[in-house]
């Protein structure tokens, strides 16, 4: 089969298109065509090494989710799974391919209505959106300010807070960006490259109730500063280059509640990802895939993410 390879710790350059051995489903297994792979931001930080625990051995097939049917399966897996669309983990390396040998207990069937690339592009964004709308539990007329607004995560939560009844004021980065970011819903838009952003929003709401934070850095101190007492700031991602800046005693001098990260159990991930997968078939959710790259440009596709070029979701197409 045709794969991606990480020989080397570097720049997206190391990811090379190659060949590897057929996959084979062994006990407890299924094994997926792959016709889809979901790409994160922490993949392109672990290729360039020294990402902490999630530092793998090389040489690897990266990837960790993958979308596709289920070709065969091993000892122990029902053969009524054979056909079936599927998303799933992959469990951490493997998905940068044209088959993959999966965990059958992980797979989770895609709703008729829903087309398997927005599946894959819910796989991980889904699950994280669902469980962060779900911490912060938006209330009908609170200001609730979405940071990257325009990315995969950012986007999906534009969209849950404003069906909560949320006012949704999305930060994303240039004009291009916060379009997609109204075109989803977003009441208000401001760009945060911009010195002032933190000062129009409160021109244009008069403060803040919730904070999602998948940005970091200067940005979430300028979000927090938004915060009354009584406020949620949820901080989940790192796309600025730093965790956000702030400590449980400085959140709770200003009486406000603070999450940073999020323990998930698989069973609640899976609970997650079908809750988001519903919700894509109702047509109450939908996910921007902004770039697609055939599998031999993986290495493209890791460059448009860290140039923070990419809009919503990217993915690899294999077939």
Same mark, same amino acid.
């Given at each position: 089969?045709?794969?991606? &390879? ?11 298109? !190659? ?23 922490? =993949? ?60 059958? #207990? ?41 940071? #990257? ?21 999305? #930060?994303?980065? !240039? ?54 007492? !009584? ?11 730093? &965790? ?22 698989? =069973? ?37 993410? =860290? ?13």
């Amino acid at each position: 089969m045709r794969a991606v &390879w990480l020989k080397e710790f570097g720049g997206p350059e190391v990811l090379v298109a !190659g060949d590897a051995p057929d996959p084979v489903a062994g006990p407890g297994q299924a094994l997926v065509e792959v016709e889809f792979v979901n790409i994160t931001f922490v =993949e392109t930080q672990i290729r360039r090494g020294g990402f902490g625990p999630f530092e793998p051995e090389l040489p690897m097939i990266p990837g960790n989710g993958v979308g596709g049917v289920v070709t065969a399966v091993g000892p122990g897996v029902d053969d009524a799974l054979v056909g079936t669309r599927v998303v799933s983990a992959t469990g951490g390396s493997g998905a940068y391919a044209e088959l993959a040998a999966v965990d059958a #207990a992980g797979l989770i069937a895609v709703p008729g209505a829903v087309a398997l690339d927005d599946a894959v592009a819910l796989l991980a964004d889904g699950r994280t959106a669902m469980w962060l709308i779900g911490a912060a539990a938006p209330r009908q007329g609170e200001r609730v300010l979405v940071e #990257a607004a325009a990315g995969g995560v950012g986007g999906l939560l534009v969209q849950l807070a404003r069906t909560a009844g949320a006012t949704v004021i999305g #930060a994303a980065g !240039g004009p291009r960006k916060g379009e997609v970011a109204r075109g989803l819903g977003a009441h208000v838009v401001v760009d945060y490259r911009e010195d002032g952003w933190a000062e129009r929003v409160r021109e244009a709401v008069g403060g803040l109730d919730v904070v999602f934070d998948g940005v970091g850095g200067a940005i979430a101190r300028s979000a927090f500063g938004l915060l009354g007492p !009584g406020g949620r700031m949820l901080s989940f991602g790192m796309a600025g280059g730093e &965790w956000a800046p702030i400590s449980q005693e400085d959140a709770a001098e200003r009486g406000v509640g603070l999450v940073q990260g999020a323990q998930v159990t698989p =069973e609640l991930s899976r609970s997650l990802t079908e809750k988001v997968l519903a919700e894509a078939a109702a047509g109450r959710v939908r996910p921007t895939i902004g770039q697609r790259f055939p599998l031999e440009r993986a290495a493209d596709a890791h460059a448009v993410i =860290e140039s923070r070029a990419s809009v919503g979701k990217t993915l690899l197409t294999v077939r």
